[in-house]
């Protein structure tokens, strides 16, 4: 079920995509780069942060794993298939708005190939519809002696249709700790600008970052749906966690500019998910890299 990746630093375990094995097979996130975890120094960086485990939920997903957003999707109607990148061309079953949450019918799940070495796992997609087509390679690595994870990926337009769409990583990094509080940092190399979606009271904004006042408690969530940079910011993005209790860190370097910021913290994980915009024409490709350096 797992893919193993190894270095003198780091052990990770990658699940495999199968439509009827798989380890997620829900239908918002990417099914290729999904984790089940990531060891390094003796600290576990990744694992379930969840309670309840269903490969059909929405978010049974760990480590770093990216969401693309729905392509097509307004206009198709009720019973036509819309492009979802990572999963494949879903059914729209009503005329009601897009759900992320809700779990849709596959139509297309396209075509698969992984390959792996010690080091690296090369997951390809291949799609081919009517209006939309693409050819998606994500390579997962690990260096040679370090202690650095990299997600390289490359998306081919093939369809006669372009492709629009914003794709962002969710970080469900939990740096060995059990609850999210005061030890818990996040620190970005931007003054940042956002607003929470209500007055939470334990948690803030920085000019540098996030601090939490108190541990959340179980059950407990904490959400800003658009956070930027107060200054122009267009070479890449980045962001620091860290876990000043253990020591354990992950520091982020994306070589694509963002778009903008979610944040979304529970009482397990603090996730910046940032987002990359995506405009591609017949033939077009685009190719990014983010480095996760881990502390």
Known sequence: MFLKLKNAGI????????????????????WAG????????????????????NPLRHDCVCGPVDEF?????????????????????????????????????IADYGTRTVENSKNSVRFRHFLLGKKYGYDYVKEIGVDGLGK??????????????????????????TLGQKHVGP?????????????????????????SGIRFSRTLEKGETV???????????????GFTLENTK??????AVCNMPMEY?????????????????????PGEAAKWKIDYLLG
Request: overall charge negative; glycine content about 10%.
């Open 148 to 173: 650095t994870v990299s997600i390289s990926c490359r998306l081919l337009n093939l369809g006669p249709e372009s492709i629009e769409t914003s794709v962002c990583n969710h970080n469900f990094w």
């Open 246 to 251: 253990n020591g354990s860190s992950v520091e």
């Open 34 to 53: 999904v984790f089940h975890s990531i060891q390094a120094g003796g600290t576990v960086y990744v694992e379930e942060w969840f309670d309840d485990y």
């Open 183 to 207: 030890d818990t940092l996040v620190g970005f190399p931007f003054h940042p600008a956002g607003k929470w979606r209500e007055n939470y009271g334990c948690v803030r904004l920085t000019d």
């Open 69 to 105: 957003m729905q392509t097509g999707f307004e206009e198709a109607g009720a019973g036509d298939t819309f492009l979802k990148i990572g999963v494949g061309l879903l059914v729209r079953p009503d005329t009601g708005d897009y759900d992320r949450f809700r779990l849709y019918e």
């Open 261 to 281: 910021m979610k944040i979304w913290a529970n009482h397990r994980v603090v996730c910046p998910e940032p987002y990359i915009h995506l405009r591609l024409f």
């Open 11 to 30: 052990q990770a375990e990658l699940c495999i995509p199968d439509r009827d094995l798989g380890y997620y097979r829900g239908t918002r996130f990417d």
């Open 223 to 237: 959400a800003m749906d658009c956070l930027q940079s107060k200054s122009k910011y267009t070479d890449g993005y």
